[in-house]
């Protein structure tokens, strides 16, 4: 486990959320799954009756408002998505001259945080990008955001899953305070809705795209009116087979279909919710206490955005009957799981309303396991 009680004076001076202009609702998914359900099973009918194959089952807003919380979710592309015939969302490929759609993404949420922290370009010297996919291996897309913004220094993309923005910015506090970069974009752009699998009802209305990004940097350089104090952050790892994804480019020389079964997002539902609230709920409650806190003592949790019923049993461990949803804010019903992003957004949406001296933690948890979290305190600067 790997915790980290640095020297007061780095901060999160701003941070930007780009939401997609599309928005699909529960019910619009629930319509285009059945319809393909149905098609599927009748034109299947014989091996169905046959035991060959399984019919596929139908869903229902109810049931997915129930098991998630989760009512709509953001997209950068509807269309496709509600077509029966194709189930998936429609992006035409872009030119290698051209922008790619995730750099285009991240690029519009940095120049938002860049604009809060009162920033410039040439006052950043690192970008990283963290996100649960990646539109392609080389370039980075961090380097090709960097390009667009015109920043003078380096800049690299990471991948832990679900945890990758606060394994991001805590790489980023690590460049601050180590000195190999005064200021630090951190972007979070999650391009999640081409590895749905639409036809799938227990996973076709999970994820939501979006994007999200940060700055880190040192408080003696903080143009902002007020920043969060980074108090110290903690990561931990455990490897588990329960939330996977084997999509690779090694399927080419396994002769197997890379989007075939078992190739996109799937996870074990129950064991993830019986391993990772504990697990996230001990580790929230060790960091403050390690840094001379109980978790009374912290005004709000911006917590992962997964799962309606993870986030409460987690804050209900932290809190008691002092668990609400003031104290530990849920945009999930709205977003949808935006995988890292969840819980950057709701600090974004959710933290201007606090005075100077509270106190908050960001904590993200996924496939891996991993867990990954900073405890922040709000100054004046």
């Given at each position: ?41 009748r ?32 997209v ?15 992006l035409?490929?872009?030119?290698d ?8 993404m ?17 006052d950043i010297?690192?970008v990283?990008?963290?996100a ?15 390009g667009?913004?015109?920043i ?56 939501g ?77 060790s960091?403050v206490?390690e840094?001379?806190?109980t ?56 933290s ?21 979290s ?8």
């Amino acid at each position: 486990m790997s915790e980290y009680k640095m020297p007061r004076g780095i901060v999160i001076s701003g941070t930007g959320l780009w939401t997609p202009p599309d928005a699909i609702s529960n019910e619009e998914l629930v319509q285009a799954l059945n319809s393909y359900a149905e098609k599927y099973n009748r034109e299947n009918a014989d091996a169905i009756e046959s035991g060959e194959l399984q019919a596929k089952p139908f869903s229902s807003a109810e049931f997915i408002e129930k098991a998630s919380g989760i009512k709509s979710r953001f997209v950068v592309s509807k269309e496709g998505i509600l077509d029966p015939e194709r189930m998936r969302p429609y992006l035409p490929e872009r030119a290698d001259e051209e922008l790619c759609l995730q750099a285009e993404m991240g690029l519009k949420a940095a120049k938002l945080a860049l604009e809060k922290a009162n920033k410039k370009p040439e006052d950043i010297d690192a970008v990283i990008v963290g996100a649960s996919y990646l539109q392609r291996s080389y370039p980075a897309i961090a380097i090709e955001i960097q390009g667009a913004l015109g920043i003078d220094g380096f800049a690299f993309d990471m991948e832990v899953a679900c945890s990758s923005a606060t394994f991001s910015l805590q790489r980023a506090v690590d460049a601050v305070s180590s000195g190999s970069a005064k200021a630090v974009l951190v972007i979070n752009p999650e391009l999640a809705s081409p590895q749905v699998d639409y036809t799938d009802r227990d996973s076709h209305f999970i994820f939501g795209d979006v994007a999200v990004a940060s700055v880190v940097e040192r408080k003696e350089n903080c143009n902002a009116d007020s920043a969060w104090e980074i108090l110290g952050t903690k990561a931990k790892t455990v490897f588990s087979n329960n939330i996977r994804s084997n999509f690779s480019y090694t399927a080419r020389a396994a002769d197997v279909d890379p989007f075939g079964e078992g190739k996109l997002f799937r996870q074990n539902g129950r064991k993830v919710f019986k391993e990772v609230c504990p697990m996230a709920a001990e580790h929230l409650e060790s960091q403050v206490q390690e840094l001379g806190m109980t978790p009374a003592n912290i005004d709000r949790w911006w917590l992962h955005q997964a799962n309606i019923n993870m986030n409460q049993l987690i804050a209900k461990k932290l809190m008691g009957d002092d668990a609400s949803i003031e104290r530990a804010p849920i945009v999930l019903d709205r977003y949808a799981n935006t995988a890292c992003a969840g819980s950057v957004i709701a600090f974004n949406l959710h933290s201007d309303d606090l005075p100077v001296g509270s106190k908050g933690v960001i904590c993200s948890f996924g496939a891996g396991y991993s867990i990954g979290s900073l405890a922040l305190e709000k100054v004046a600067v």
